[in-house]
């Protein structure tokens, strides 16, 4: 495989990638900021005032909007992992079950920073994938 295929295929890995986490993230903002009854049920189970809906969906769309700017990206994925992390122990505090709730973030986190990664230069350098010598 040449070196131009293989940025190519690294190109739409990426966007792919990143492309079903941030729709699966801007559907849930969305929800929440319309405050639609599942966003604002499931925010209510974890144990939130119905009043944070709104400011959890603004602020999810906020740390999206950061992350598809390319010139923000990586900032916008330290603030997702935030996000994501913060929904990790709200699932842990209500002992939801382990790989289809409280997990789950992980595995949007890994997208967005797995799609970043292939996309951009600059976290390649900042963080270089080494084989074993």
């Known amino acids: ?14 966007r ?3 492309s079903f986490a941030v729709l699966f993230l801007l559907m849930d903002a969305v929800m929440k900021v319309l405050q639609l009854p599942p966003a604002v049920q499931g925010t209510i ?4 005032s119905a009043g944070a809906v709104v ?5 999810e769309l906020v740390c ?3 992350y598809v700017t390319p010139r923000t990206a990586i900032l916008g994925a330290i603030l997702l992992t935030g996000y994501l992390g913060g929904a990790i122990a709200s699932q842990v505090r209500v002992e939801a079950p382990l790989f289809s709730h409280i997990l789950f973030p992980t595995y949007i986190a ?11 230069e600059r976290l390649r350098i900042l ?5 074993h010598a």
Not at 55 to 59: C, D, E, F, Q
Request: zero cysteines; charged letters at 10%.
């Open 1 to 14: 495989m040449t070196t131009s295929n293989s940025s190519k295929t690294r190109l739409w890995t990426a």
């Open 16 to 18: 792919i990638l990143t």
């Open 45 to 48: 189970s974890l144990g939130f």
């Open 55 to 59: 400011g959890i969906g603004i602020l």
């Open 64 to 66: 999206l909007a950061l």
């Open 110 to 120: 890994a997208l967005f920073w797995a799609g970043l990664y292939l996309r951009d």
């Open 127 to 131: 963080l270089p994938v080494r084989a």
